[in-house]
């Protein structure tokens, strides 16, 4: 325990220099300094100004990488291209640039920090002892004056261009935190282009909402086929006429038990059976279709006597097609792929939280996070054997937001 008097007046604090307050403040707080020593002897020493230099270039660095960081990310093409694209390779390094930029900044800024600290801060060793309870008056006072003693001996006050820049340098450190979530900022309500696979950019639009369009729709398999290599007269290139991306769906296809993950297809860009076309190209729709964020559904075969036991929803009773059900794929909890169907419970299950969901009771969750049934496609088998959707989802699939209203 500290023996330090602690009985001071006013008048007697008011009568203290700062470097006395420092001290009694050392004392009354337990601290013992084991050790102390200047980094430089005198004033102006040539080993000093070089560290101070050093420092400065670091922070200089950190300002201009943090200014970089800004302008690529307000200036530099951003927005999504694929290959022929023009900007392609322009774009192609947005992302690597916002790295460097910030990652640059951050390393000089705690560069110049650390030596600082090394290089220009007195050397010091100090033991404290704990000590519970709130602070005394004269506790708070000689704290102060303590702090006032390492602004002091830290010599930043009298480095002007160091502090400038390091407050600079750590503004700009914060924009990057903070200017990056500007690009957040959207209206969940606009439509941001034409009716596509990939929606019209609103939350409860899918490639299934072409349905309405009076578009349709076939439930169809992604084969993993990709363009190949043509060598011809003009040169090598990939060529995708011809290739089918997706493919149709028979209920044949499944095996009773079996789930099929599936993707609307639009009868103009079929590419498989009687409509095959070597020379038609519609490899960029299908895997518009693909790459829809809410369009993956599964389609589930239940065994037949499960089928015979399972539960419809009302209003839902005929979006099944006899033991065929389509189920968005897209978890009610925050949106991952519910990818793993196990045929024994009939339970769906998603990997991120464990949500499962009863494919016997209109994907209704049982388990984990999730709170509302996966939403269920209405479907059918058209003329010529084909599932076919029925009719767009009637609730918005996916995890819930403000305004949605089931
Ligand atoms: S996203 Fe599926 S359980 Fe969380």
Redesign the pocket.
Known sequence: MSKVNKNYTDAQLDAMSESELAALGTQLDDVTVAFRKERYEVDGDPEEKRAATNITVWLIISVLMGIAFLAVYLFWPWEFRTHGDEGLVWHLFYTPLLGLTSGVAICALGIAIVQYVKKIIPEEVSVQRRHDGPSDEIDRRTLTALLNDSWKTSTLGRRKTIMGLLGGAGVLFGLTVIAPLGGAVKNPWKVRHALDYTGDGTLWTSGWTLHDEGVKLYLARDTGTIAEMHHGESGSHYTTAGVARLVRVRPEDIDAGGMETVFPLAEEDVLDGDKYDPQKDVYTNQMHSIHGNRNAVMLIRLRHEDANNAIEREGQEDFRHGDYYAYSKI?T????P?SLYEAQTNRIL?P????QFDAMQYGKPVF???ARALPQLPITVDDEGYFVAQGNFIEPVGPAFWERKS
């Open positions: 978890c909890h925050i949106g991952c519910t998603c991120c939280h464990q949500s984990g996070p999730a």
